[in-house]
Each structure stands twice: as structure tokens, then as C-alpha cells.
T-cell receptor, first 114, second 116 residues
Framework: DAKTTQPTSMDCAEGRAANLPCNHSTISGNEYVYWYRQIHSQGPQYIIH???NNETNEMASLIITEDRKSSTLILPHATLRDTAVYYCIVRVGGYGGATNKLIFGTGTLLAVQP | GAVVSQHPSWVICKSGTSVKIECRSLDFQATTMFWYRQFPKQSLMLMATSNEGSKATYEQGVEKDKFLINHASLTLSTLTVTSAHPEDSSFYIC????????????FGPGTRLTVT
């Protein structure tokens, strides 16, 4: 799987949009971008994923650059409960066999400030 | 979204004993499940891939005789930590992969193991 790079930590004011960047310059054409988050002492929570088009769901928006080498996760109105470690992962879509597994990097610790 | 459960949520055991952790996909079938371990202030580390009906595939450096994995059905995988030692104390998290579409993975809430 392609590797990703993310800032170690970020702060965001409550109620403002949180924009979390991710670099995946070696992504392959059949690899998706996935975002998960982990609140302290809990299992990771799926947020969103995309291939090349921008995606939006009830939790967040995912903006993928045209060359697919980077992406941004947007939490439109951050709350204190959004404080977590956010992981950007690239992975082959579909069954993919042995390569189809999520490998976690160090992620970004987002601290939402009151 | 799909729900994955783990049992127990926490366990304390004595050094030398074995501990079994269960992982269940509650509302979907999962041919493939994954086991991760997480030490304090570190990221999740993939330990093994559990395949229903076949042997688990272990990541490099993970002792297969120490961490026994059984994928008994399409909704249940178990991880047994054998002859546990204090250094095995960790947060163990399982994940189940949906068998269709983009094969998303959903995670359980984790099991905190403390070996005394």
C-alpha cells in the first residue's frame, strides 16, 4: 500500500471547520483514500472514503486533488467530541487479496478547543 | 454503519495464563477479520488476518504460536493470547471486512488486556 504523510497535530476552534491534510504522492490508480478516526481508548471509526471524486456524508467531506496525490478531510463544524486521532490510509478497493488491509500510520491528533 | 463487537472489553490475568478475546460482526458476514494491537500513545499495529475456513496470516514478527486465531464462522473470530506475560499488556482491536462493494473494514471497540 502507498504511504501517507499527515501533520502530527492540529488545533481547531469549536464551531469552525477543521481541515486535515494528507499526502499520498505514490498512490496507485486502484487505491482508495480512507479516513478513520480514533477517540481515546476506543476502536477506530470509519469516516469516509473516495477514489477520485470529492465525497460528502453526514460526518465529513473529502476533497481529493485532481492528480490524487493529496487529499483533505473537512469537518464542517468541529465540536469538542471531534477531538481524536485522524488516520488517512490508502488501500486497494475490492477484494484485493492479501494486499487489501488497512495499515495505520501515526495520524493527526486534532484538538478542538472551546 | 456495520457493527463489530468485542468481548470482553477489558481483562486482567496473571502471568502464564491464557486469555481469549472474541470478535463478532453483528449485522453482516465477514469472510475476513483482522486483529490489531495498540500500545499506549502508539498507532495500531496489524497482527494478523483471520480467514474463515483457513489458517490466519500473521504479520512479520508476530508469533503465531503465542497469538492463536480461530475464525470459527462468518461472524466470529477469536484471538487467544497464550502464556501471557506483562509485555503482552495492550489494547487489542479487531476489525471485520464487508464481503462486497469496496470491502470496507469496521472496527470493534477494543479489549484492554492487563497481565500482572
Amino acid at each position: 500500500d502507498a504511504k501517507t504523510t499527515q501533520p502530527t497535530s492540529m488545533d481547531c476552534a469549536e464551531g469552525r471547520a477543521a481541515n486535515l491534510p494528507c499526502n499520498h504522492s505514490t498512490i496507485s490508480g486502484n487505491e482508495y483514500v480512507y479516513w478513520y478516526r480514533q477517540i481515546h481508548s476506543q476502536g477506530p471509526q470509519y469516516i469516509i472514503h473516495g477514489l477520485k471524486n470529492n465525497e460528502t456524508n453526514e460526518m465529513a467531506s473529502l476533497i481529493i486533488t485532481e492528480d490524487r496525490k493529496s487529499s483533505t478531510l473537512i469537518l464542517p463544524h468541529a465540536t469538542l467530541r471531534d477531538t481524536a486521532v485522524y488516520y488517512c490510509i490508502v488501500r486497494v478497493g475490492g477484494y484485493g487479496g492479501a494486499t487489501n488491509k488497512l495499515i495505520f500510520g501515526t495520524g493527526t491528533l486534532l484538538a478542538v478547543q472551546p | 454503519g456495520a457493527v463489530v463487537s468485542q468481548h470482553p472489553s477489558w481483562v486482567i490475568c496473571k502471568s502464564g495464563t491464557s486469555v481469549k478475546i472474541e470478535c463478532r460482526s453483528l449485522d453482516f458476514q465477514a469472510t475476513t477479520m483482522f486483529w490489531y494491537r495498540q500500545f499506549p500513545k502508539q498507532s495500531l499495529m496489524l497482527m494478523a488476518t483471520s480467514n474463515e475456513g483457513s489458517k490466519a496470516t500473521y504479520e512479520q514478527g508476530v508469533e503465531k504460536d503465542k497469538f492463536l486465531i480461530n475464525h470459527a464462522s462468518l461472524t466470529l473470530s477469536t484471538l487467544t493470547v497464550t502464556s501471557a506475560h506483562p509485555e503482552d499488556s495492550s489494547f487489542y482491536i479487531c476489525s471485520a471486512r464487508v464481503d462486497s462493494g469496496v470491502y470496507e473494514q469496521y472496527f470493534g471497540p477494543g479489549t484492554r488486556l492487563t497481565v500482572t
